[in-house]
Every structure is written in C-alpha cells, then in structure tokens.
Nanobody
C-alpha cells in the first residue's frame, strides 16, 4: 500500500557529497516517520537517520552524525539524505523506510528497493 523509491545513489569520491531521495506514494504520507538505513558488505543493516513527518524530530547514527542531514518535503512526499565528507566506509546499499506512530523509526513496515552508494578512496 505504501511504495518507497530511492534515487540519487551512485559512485562518489571520498570527501565528496551525495544527496539521496526517497519518493513515497500510496499512503497518508504525513502520518509516517521516515528513515534511512544502510547495509554495507559484511555488516548488519543499520539505521543512520530518521525524521518525523510532523514533529521535526531527527535522529542520526554516530557513523554519520555531523556530516549528514535528513530532511523532508511533504508537498512532494519526499525525504532526502544529504551526505557530506563521504568515506569509503559509507559504501553500502541505502534503504528508505516508513513507520507510523513513532517519531524515530524503529520497526519500519515499508521499505524501498535500495540504492547503491559506492565511495572510492
């Protein structure tokens, strides 16, 4: 019922920047908190950022804190993740996710297909 589509992934150089987008459709978008997860090779999937649709509550994992910004545009039903000072360790598949009734995404019900981010050194 809720479809999430990520875009903006690709190849970037270490120290560069990348902006990921997640377009949502099929639901009451303002009712969902949105999160970005990533899964690097050999590692568990981790929540790296989340944002509540109405309350403006944000969360950042330590791995990206200080160099990433999550934002939303409810008029466009889109969530963004701006990543700066990219590191090779940021190489992963990035997933967009949605969850209702929590300001910080914890157990999302809906997931996007993922977008690959590769950072070269």
């Amino acid at each position: 019922q809720v479809q999430l589509v990520e875009s903006g992934g690709g190849l970037a150089q270490a120290g560069g920047s990348l902006r990921l987008s997640c377009a949502a459709s099929g639901g009451t978008f303002s009712s969902y908190s949105m999160g970005w997860f990533r899964q690097a090779p050999g590692k568990e999937r981790e929540l790296i950022a989340s944002i509540s649709w109405r309350g403006g509550t944000t969360y950042y994992a330590d791995s990206v804190k200080g160099r990433s910004t999550i934002s939303r545009d409810n008029a466009k039903n889109t969530v963004y993740l701006q990543m700066n000072s990219l590191k090779p360790e940021d190489t992963a598949v990035y997933y967009c996710a949605a969850e209702r009734f929590r300001a910080v995404v914890s157990a999302p019900r809906y997931w996007g297909q993922g977008t690959q981010v590769t950072v070269s050194s």
